[in-house]
C-alpha cells in the first residue's frame, strides 16, 4: 500500500534530499512551501504553495486532506502540529541546537560554556536565559503535547548546497578575490557541530524508516566528526588549491573572523549524537572531510550575490582594507618578542614525548 507522505518544505538545504529519499522508499510524496522559489530536483513532484507559517494559511492550502506521515522542515512548527492535529498518522519535525541553555549565552553556566558534549537531556534555557532558545524549546513542549507519537529533530548549523547563510562562504569568497590572508579567532580551535545536507536528510529518513524506535523521541544530529573552524579552512584551502596564511589571533581582537565564529566567544558547541547513532543506526553518508569539500565546490560554482541575502546573513562585509590594517598591525606587535630570561624554559610535562620535547637525561628511567 503506497504511503502518502507530506514533507512542508522540500526546496531548501535538506528537503531535495530527503524528497529523494522518500521516492526511492516508494512512498507518494506532496511538497508544501511558499512557491517563491523552485529547485529542479524536486520539479516533477506534487506541490502545494501556500501560507506554511499561520494555521489559517495552512488550512486553507490544505482542505481535508491527510496524509500518513508529514515531515516539518519549514514554516511555522506550532502552527504546522495544530493543523495536522488528526490529519496525519505520524509528524516528523525540525527545530534547532540553540534550544540548550548556555547556547547563545555560553556566561550561564559557570564556567562558562556548554557541556561538552551536550546530550538531548541537558538543560533547556528559560525565558530569562534567552528568549529565543526558549521560545525553541517551548515549541518543542507544544508539539509533543499535541503529537505524543512525534519525532523531533534538533538540527546543528547546516551546510551544503542552497544554504542561506554559507559559512564557508567567508572563505570561499576570500580564496577566489585571491586574499593573501585567513584570520582565525583562537587559531580556529573552536569546535562547532554541523550537519551536511545529505547526512541530515539521512537522519530523517531513518526516523522514516523506524517508526517504533523513534516515535516520541528527541534527536540532536550532525555530522558524526567535528571539525575546528581551522580544519574547515584548511580543506577548503586545500580544495580550491589556494596559497595564502592563516593567521591566528586572540577572538576579541579577530573581528574580521566573527562570522567564523559565530558567536561572542570562541567556546565548544558541541552536541552529542550518541542517541541517533544507537537508537537508529546512524552513520554519516557523506564523511565531513568530503562534505566541506563539496560544500566549497558548491559554492564556487553558484556564488552568491556580493552583498546580497547571504552575505548580509553571515553579516561579512569582506572588508579587506580592515584586514589589511589588521594583520599589520598584529605583525608588526608580535614581530620582537621579548626575551623573557627564563633560566629553564618550561617543559610539556614528562607525560609528552612528541615534537619539542626536551632532552632526556640518560639516567631518567622509564
Known sequence: MTTKVLLVGGTGPTGPAIARGLEERGHEVTLLHSGDHEVPEVAHLRHLHGDV???????????????????????????????MKGRTGRLISVGGVPVYKGFFEPAVHQPPGLP????????????DDDGKSY??????????????????????????????????????????DRRPFLILPDDGLSLI???????????????????????????????????????VAEIVTDE?????????????????????????????RVVDTSKLRERLGYRDVVPARQAVRLAARWLVENPPEPGGYEERALQDPFDYAAEDRLVAWWKAATAEPPDLGYEELPGYGKSYAGPGTRHIRADTRI
Open 240 to 268: 580550491l588549491d589556494h596559497d595564502w596564511e592563516l593567521i591566528g589571533m586572540p577572538a576579541e581582537l579577530a573581528v574580521p573572523a566573527r562570522p567564523l565564529q559565530m558567536g561572542y566567544r570562541s567556546l565548544h
Open 53 to 83: 507559517f499561520s494555521d489559517d494559511g495552512l488550512r486553507a492550502v490544505l482542505g481535508d486532506e491527510c496524509f500518513d506521515v508529514t515531515l516539518a522542515t519549514y514554516g511555522r512548527l506550532r502552527a504546522i502540529a495544530e493543523v
Open 135 to 176: 521560545r525553541i524549546g517551548r515549541t518543542e513542549q507544544l508539539l509533543f503535547e499535541a503529537h505524543p507519537t512525534a519525532t523531533h529533530f534538533r538540527y546543528p548549523y547546516v551546510y551544503g548546497p542552497r544554504q542561506l547563510a554559507p559559512r564557508e562562504w567567508c572563505i570561499v569568497r576570500r580564496i577566489l
Open 193 to 231: 557541530t554541523f550537519g551536511y545536507v545529505d547526512n541530515l536528510a539521512h537522519a530523517l529518513l531513518l526516523a522514516v524508516d523506524q517508526p517504533e524506535s523513534s516515535m516520541g523521541e528527541i534527536f540532536n544530529c550532525g555530522d558524526d566528526e567535528r571539525l575546528t573552524i581551522r580544519q
Open 116 to 127: 561538552v558534549p551536550t546530550r538531548e537531556d541537558a538543560p533547556l534555557a528559560t525565558e
